[in-house]
């Protein structure tokens, strides 16, 4: 009895520490492809964008964002809210929506998958 | 003449600025399919290497790691490293050597794609 009493314990706390780790974090994989003659007007426009939205959101907490250099016009993006309410807030502000409309004809293609965060391993 | 000096001195400070910001990383986007099977033992085999070469090496900066909710076994990584020695430098490490041959028979397809930094925006 002791020994499972302590086993319920252990899966209790492997459950928590999971989830403080990344279950509570809403995490998209976000693919965009844009017209390769958008790229300098497009790169400002995201990179406002995400600027603004982690400095004045709580709940945005980060973004990282590459193109690839061969297809520079390819464009991947991980992006990490606090949960889903975040991401819903999110994406009903001015400066996302102003994005969102400035940047609509640049966009060819755009996929958003859900993600878990498996690692966000970085210098201290 | 003073305006054309401002101007210069103006041009020279963005250039710095640009290359301190992204230019002198070496960024990888990497995309990794693995057997389906070996889901946990592969997190696990990925997490310590990424763990241990984070703390280790001078030259690895960050990795973040997501795989996909409704396709588990698909991963995307973006690492980012000091500069292109320091990635050189890292595949000969003994940890990364211990997870390349440790994870090679869990790993379906490998797609390592240069890629530049685009965005690092993240709370204070």
New interface residues.
Partial sequence: MKFFLSLLIALATMNAVHAQDSDEFF?R?VKIEIEPDALAQY?EL??QQ??TA?KLEEGV??????????N?HR??L?EIYRNYDSYLSHIKTPHFLKYKNSSQDMVKSLEL???????????D
Same sequence: chains 1, 2.
Wanted: a positive charge; proline letters at 3%.
């Fill in positions: 995490v994989l790169t995201l990179n995400m600027k982690v907490l980060e973004y990282r964002v590459v193109n690839e250099k061969e520079p464009f991947t991980i998958i859900d993600a878990n965060l498996i690692g966000r391993t970085k210098k």
